[in-house]
């Protein structure tokens, strides 16, 4: 009896070690595409029709990117649909990081789609 109780323990405190370990690996990565969204959302809103080019959309968001010190993907990523009212902003990609040890963690984070108008 005691030995099985110890063996339990130990699987318990190693579970809870991976899973902390995992969440503690995903986190930044789920805070870092919440900026991103968040800085499409700002240059989105900041947009003027008839004013700004293509250019101007890429460069805003190469300097809220820098600013914000993203790294998962690229200004020149995202394409711009610029309209009489706006633009709307859409960006598909997926960030692979190291979860734990060896293993690769792959978040596929799909299409994202900010409309600006």
Same mark, same amino acid.
């Given at each position: 009896m005691?030995?099985?109780?110890?063996?339990?323990?130990?699987?318990?405190?190693?579970?809870?070690?991976?899973?902390?370990?995992?969440?503690l690996?995903?986190?930044?990565?789920?805070?870092?595409?919440?900026?991103?969204?968040s $800085?499409?959302?700002s240059?989105a809103?900041?947009? +003027?029709p008839?004013q700004?080019? =293509?250019? @101007?959309? !890429?460069?805003?968001?190469?300097? $809220?990117?820098?600013?914000?010190?993203?790294?998962? +993907?690229?200004?020149s990523?995202? =394409?711009? @649909?610029? !309209?009489?009212?706006?633009?709307?902003?859409?960006?598909?990609?997926?960030?692979?990081?190291?979860?734990?040890?060896?293993?690769?963690?792959?978040?596929?984070?799909?299409?994202?789609?900010?409309?600006?108008r």
């Amino acid at each position: 009896m005691r030995g099985s109780s110890s063996f339990s323990i130990l699987c318990v405190i190693v579970t809870a070690w991976v899973a902390l370990t995992g969440l503690l690996r995903v986190l930044p990565v789920f805070m870092e595409h919440r900026t991103i969204v968040s $800085a499409m959302e700002s240059v989105a809103s900041g947009y +003027v029709p008839g004013q700004d080019q =293509s250019a @101007d959309v !890429r460069e805003a968001l190469r300097k $809220a990117w820098s600013i914000n010190r993203i790294s998962q +993907v690229d200004a020149s990523e995202v =394409s711009n @649909d610029r !309209r009489r009212t706006g633009v709307i902003l859409t960006l598909e990609y997926q960030t692979v990081f190291p979860l734990v040890g060896p293993i690769q963690g792959v978040w596929d984070f799909g299409t994202v789609e900010v409309d600006g108008r």
